[in-house]
């Protein structure tokens, strides 16, 4: 069974990211003075008392917007209504109980779910001041002082929240989840292959570039398989990102890089290649990540019978850094191959995971240099004694030899190169070390 979820929710800029930081003991959210920073659904797990909860931030509601990222926010916070088991109603002393607070708690009332109203901002020491009683009359039950700044009174506000929780709500998730970040510049449609796997909108999807701005997680289960995937922002060239709330979001992409096992990298084929591409998907080589090279749209792609072929031959010669790397056309506007992109994720996942016998590669390392006699210099010929697995997710092995400094660059792609011949190790790199000797 999936952990329970509390939603917090609220008017823009009353500090529910904050909040939501504060909470879950990191800071996953962006947080900005600027209103409307959070736009889709954050996920962050939290515990207290020894119970565990998904806790997930929304982009503020304004009840009466027409803005289109405005409109598709207050959609984003109602689907969290909906499969929340516990509501958190932020509300900010400091501005009191407003028209928007008033219509919020109308529609969190028609909801029937259990609401802890928060009146957050109550930053000062010493009692209450005189205006927290006013927000009795919304009508939501006893209002909790909060300050998510400072953490003050956050533990009476979790304590409301999981009285509400039944204990069955509570189970442990069990089996592995592997983590699928998809990354690539913006509007390569990153969001709608989110929603189309999910079968939601669990992204704001918009022709504007920009519209993701943290790592929004979606878990999911396929085939008995659990997955988690993270939408990340589309990372654009450093000289074009100016705005803050922007940089905050990059930095957002290259965490969920750093915490996936799977990195989707998302090319529009309606475009083809670009130099931004390789850079992305050199975030995921450097993270020593599994990778499938994913090209979108292709349902627009004016098609005969060579394009794929063709496509896929530039694409090779594009991504030459890293041929390891499976290439798949998709479409998340109409699904197609989604279901052999899972089959490439749990394949990839497998093979980045993968661990050799010090024995087998042995056997790998004598017929190796049966066949290609190591390198020389001045007389001196590199000798390798022995070769082992030091650890997974990416490979690496360490290579035990009588001269460093011998041990050529290019004679280490030909033992990469057979190893891969022999186990395969697609869609993941492959690292080595060199170490001499009687080095520690």
Known sequence: MAKPVVAVVG???VGKSTLFNKLIGR???????????????????????????MLVDTGGIEP??????????????????????VIIFVTDIKAGVTAADMEIAAMLQKSGKPVVLCVNKCDGIGGLPPDFYEFYNLGIGDPIAVSSVHGHGTGDLLDSVIAHISQEEFEEPEGEIINVAVIGKPNAGKSSLINRIAGEERSIVSDIAGTTRDAVDTQIERGGMKYNFIDTAGLRRKSR?????????V???????????????MIDGTEGFTEQDSKVADLAVEQGKACIIAVNKWDAVDKDGKTMDDARKALMKDFSFMPYAPIIFISAKTGQRIERLFELIKYVHSQNTMRISTGMLNDILADAVARVQPPTDKGRRLRIYYITQASTKPPTFVCFCNKAELFHF??????????????????????FVIRERGDK
């Open 11 to 13: 008017r823009p800029n």
């Open 27 to 53: 800071r996953l959210s962006i947080v900005d003075d600027t209103p409307g920073v959070t736009r889709d659904r954050v996920y962050g797990g939290a515990e207290w008392r020894g119970k565990s909860f």
């Open 64 to 85: 009466d917007s027409g803005d289109a990222i405005l409109s598709a926010m207050r959609a984003q916070a109602r689907l969290a209504v909906e499969t929340a088991s």
């Open 241 to 249: 990102v100016e705005d803050k709330i922007e940089k905050y979001s």
């Open 251 to 265: 930095l957002r992409a290259q965490m969920a890089v750093e915490r996936a096992d799977v990195c989707v990298i």
């Open 410 to 431: 290019s004679y280490q792609r030909y033992l990469e190169n057979q190893i891969r011949s022999t186990f395969g190790l697609e869609g993941t790199p492959v690292r």
